[in-house]
């Protein structure tokens, strides 16, 4: 009968551990998650910054003729090469795509689309090397 008893609360004590074990556990993937999804968040409202920045203090998008890169207007950028965005009337005038790499390892894609008003949209992600199993991106966009 003591047998019995003893078996039964290790049992409970056993169960019980490993129910806040998985909490635990649960826990801390949570925290990461939530992390990860704020690098990739401040990447994208940096993101969206630098292409404010560019835009309206330097004025590189919308115009004719831009600049062809955006590496070291904003802090932060390690490269910024842009792309236009294809129109048959005026190449340059529509906006831009550009790639952002942060030091960090996160990165973004903005684009900046200029043919109703400007559209400023960041696709971000936490890291962007092609390795990495798990990646969060958080998108953000303004309108003016």
Do not use: H
Request: charged residues 15%; proline residues 3%.
């Amino acid at each position: 009968m003591t047998l019995l008893l003893s078996l039964l609360m290790l049992s409970m004590v056993l169960a019980t551990s490993l129910s806040v074990s998985y909490l635990i556990i649960t826990g801390i993937k949570l925290s990461e998650t939530v992390e990860q999804s704020q690098l990739a968040y401040y990447a994208a409202d940096s993101s969206i910054e630098c292409a404010l920045y560019v835009d309206l203090k330097l004025q590189k998008f919308g115009q004719g003729n831009p600049t062809n890169d955006v590496e070291g207007a904003c802090s932060g950028v390690v490269g910024g090469s842009v792309q236009k965005i294809p129109d048959q009337s005026s190449p340059w005038s529509n906006g831009a795509i550009f790639k952002v790499d942060y030091i960090n390892g996160a990165c973004s894609e903005v684009t900046v689309d200029k043919r109703t008003g400007t559209v400023i949209t960041a696709v971000s992600f936490n890291d962007c090397r092609p390795s990495t199993p798990r990646k969060v991106n958080r998108s953000l966009e303004i309108s003016y």
